[in-house]
């Protein structure tokens, strides 16, 4: 691993930033539910349902963060830095080393009567890798130089993931009604964003369905309204529809010009399902006279594994969008089991259907039907009371029709090896 990657674990690890986050939380019995680090900053349910945004995930995930207490003030951060060797094999494969990750501070106060309000940052360490981002068969979309289109290329996330605020108002036990608005933040689409699912997040490989299910993770500009009774949520945004462009290090701008509902149901403590529409302007800076309508459903079902902590979590997801008047599908299938506390092993599978594979300046191309399976495993050691050492590796085949054997042979593989410094 090269040398630069080393440099930047050990930085982090001994940085003395992260010792007001590691005092241990007070207790809060005799405060207000929402000043209850354990307790939503939207709504009276258990923080372990709140994912990237406004998503839901299972109420009964395990919830990452080191607490502390600062006058009215509940503080939590977390942080996942990956340092990674990447190997895509193959015509149009490529290798590369680069670090992905964030860094995410959360911090929430009660409000006068039993009303919230919460303030979120999350960082990406992704731009220095570089604009064309790293090597990964079969995955499309933005672009490295404003000109030609990333393909087999997984582009970097900016430096600024969410800058997000919300202000919730609290109108009974089981109901509430709440603001978000983020410059970026994430919009009321999809399933939580992949490396926040805890059916993937151990893993350091993007999913080729990214763009079908999650990408507006990081939108510019974006206001949220919701309403909540107990396991259910009705939510709907207004955001700026343009994804982000190659300049990873700014704040970008823009009209509020696109929409986004989404209705989310938590059954059980065990199971968490949404289902999602959006009407998207200009999405593609190639494209910008073409919009986008978007739809999306998923479950996610998470439970305790073991006597150890360990636990079992899968995500079904299936997206779809419109491109070039076309309706294109995604479906993924991720799923991950900690089955002891030093060992975590995931895999997804997933089958998407895209017309960007060999297109020519930006403009769409044949729609082919590729897939995709992925299997690894991390092992953890404990560094502190905070932070954790993992080593880790996965294997990935690669599936795509006769018509694309000659560009990318027949299901070329690839595989990643990476060391990560975890903070929880």
Not at 225 to 249: L, T
Request: glycine share 10%; proline share 7%.
């Amino acid at each position: 691993m090269p040398r630069t990657l080393m440099s930047l674990f050990l930085a982090v690890a001994s940085a003395g930033l992260l010792a007001p986050f590691v005092a241990r939380a007070q207790d809060a019995k005799a405060a207000p539910a929402s000043s209850d680090p354990m307790v939503s900053a939207l709504g009276y349910y258990p923080m372990t349902r709140d994912a990237s945004g406004t998503a839901w995930q299972p109420d009964s995930s395990e919830h990452a963060g080191v607490h502390s207490r600062h006058g009215e003030w509940t503080v939590m951060f977390h942080g996942l830095l990956n340092g990674v060797y990447d190997r895509q094999n193959g015509p149009r494969g490529d290798q590369g080393a680069f670090v992905s990750g964030m860094l995410m501070v959360m911090a929430k106060r009660p409000l006068e009567g039993s009303d919230a309000l919460q303030f979120r940052a999350m960082l990406s360490p992704d731009p220095p890798m570089g604009k064309r981002g790293y090597p990964l068969l079969l995955a499309s979309g933005e672009t490295a130089d404003g000109v030609t289109p990333l393909v087999d290329r997984q582009h970097p996330h900016d430096l600024f993931m969410e800058l997000s605020a919300s202000y919730s108002k609290r109108l009974s036990d089981k109901d509430s009604l709440y603001v978000y608005a983020g410059l970026p933040g994430e919009t009321a689409f999809g399933p939580p964003a992949f490396m926040h699912r805890m059916s993937i997040l151990d893993s350091p490989e993007a999913p080729i369905s990214h763009h079908w299910l999650d990408s507006g993770h990081i939108t510019f500009g974006v206001v949220t309204a919701g309403y909540i009774h107990d396991a259910w949520k009705i939510e709907a945004s207004r955001f700026h529809g343009r994804e982000p462009d190659e300049n990873r290090y700014n704040i970008e701008t823009g009209s509020l010009d696109s929409t986004a509902v989404r209705l989310a149901w938590n059954p059980t403590d065990a199971l968490s399902l949404q289902a999602s529409w959006a009407e998207v302007k200009s999405p593609e800076q190639l494209e910008p006279t073409e919009d986008q309508t978007k739809w999306s459903a998923s479950a996610i079902y998470t439970v305790p594994f073991g006597d150890d902590g360990g636990w079992w979590s899968t995500t079904l997801a299936w997206g779809r969008r419109t491109s070039g008047g076309n309706e294109l599908d995604a479906l993924a299938l991720e799923s991950a089991l900690k089955p002891a506390e030093a060992w975590t092993v995931f895999a997804r599978a997933e089958r998407t259907e895209n017309n960007e594979l060999t297109s020519v300046g930006g403009h769409a191309g044949p729609i082919y039907s590729v897939g995709k399976i992925s299997l690894g495993a991390i092992h953890d050691w404990q560094a502190s009371d905070h932070t954790k050492i993992g080593l880790g590796g996965l294997v990935s085949v690669n599936q795509v029709p006769s018509a694309l054997t000659a560009a990318y042979g027949r299901s070329p593989t690839g595989g990643m090896l990476f060391i990560r410094l975890k903070v929880d």
